[in-house]
């Protein structure tokens, strides 16, 4: 299915025994609604997770678990898998729709993270984590080197951002909280003065915290 199956192959530095994993990975929901990569996405993600998860916790011995989680998220988030996506040229063989294809989605960072998720999947299905681990390792090495200082909690960027403005400090509100004791479900909202509430969900306060932090710098374009 893909035109150029060896070039990719070469990007990835494996061979698939299983050509139809690498096939399956790239699809998108566009072009077949039933059998895209989605499945295969889900996978990549853990993969991703586990292993971006493991190199930071050799890379920085005496950080808290707090500063290693936000370093986490900043190396796993959507723009950043994107961005190693196009490194290895990802866009040029995924298969979109006509109209997904003349819309840019070769190039939206969205697809290429969801498709590059995939493809980690198909890699771990086709090679386990001895072929997975030192793809991920190669090209997240350097991303871990750009920024030396653990970036910022969300929570502290809304507070510094909204101090910075003079309009007062945030506050959280727990909204909604379902769920069985050992597996709560927090909604918790933020508010500013100004601004319109946003809302975040976790499995404890804190999370659900962060996430409605999250919301709230991203409806204000910070």
């Known amino acids: 299915m893909i035109a150029d199956r060896a070039a990719l192959e070469s990007a990835l530095g494996h061979r698939f025994q299983r050509p139809d994993l690498l096939d399956r990975a790239l699809i998108h929901a566009s072009a077949d609604a039933q059998g895209g990569y989605e499945r295969l996405e889900f996978l990549g993600d853990r993969v991703l997770a586990l292993v971006v998860a493991a190199m930071l916790y050799e890379?920085?011995?005496?950080?808290?678990?707090?500063?290693?989680?936000?370093?986490?998220a900043v190396l796993v988030k959507r723009d950043t898998i994107a961005r190693v996506a196009r490194a290895i040229g990802l866009g040029d063989h995924l298969v979109l729709a006509k109209g997904e294809d003349d819309s840019g989605g070769r190039a939206n960072p969205t697809t290429l993270g969801d498709a590059f998720e995939a493809v980690l999947g198909a890699l771990y299905l086709d090679g386990g984590l001895a072929v997975a681990d030192p793809f991920i390792r190669r090209h997240w090495t350097g991303l871990m080197g750009e920024d030396l200082a653990p970036p910022k909690d969300f929570k502290t960027r809304l507070q510094e951002w909204s101090q910075g403005r003079g309009i007062g400090l945030p506050r959280y509100d727990v909204v909604e909280q379902s769920g069985p004791p050992h597996d709560p479900q927090f909604v918790v909202e933020v508010h500013l003065p100004g601004q319109p509430p946003a809302q975040g969900t976790g499995n404890t306060k804190r999370i659900a915290e962060q996430a409605a932090a999250q919301a709230l710098l991203e409806s204000v374009g910070d």
């Open 59 to 72: 890379s920085y011995p005496h950080e808290p678990e707090g500063a290693l989680a936000r370093r986490h």
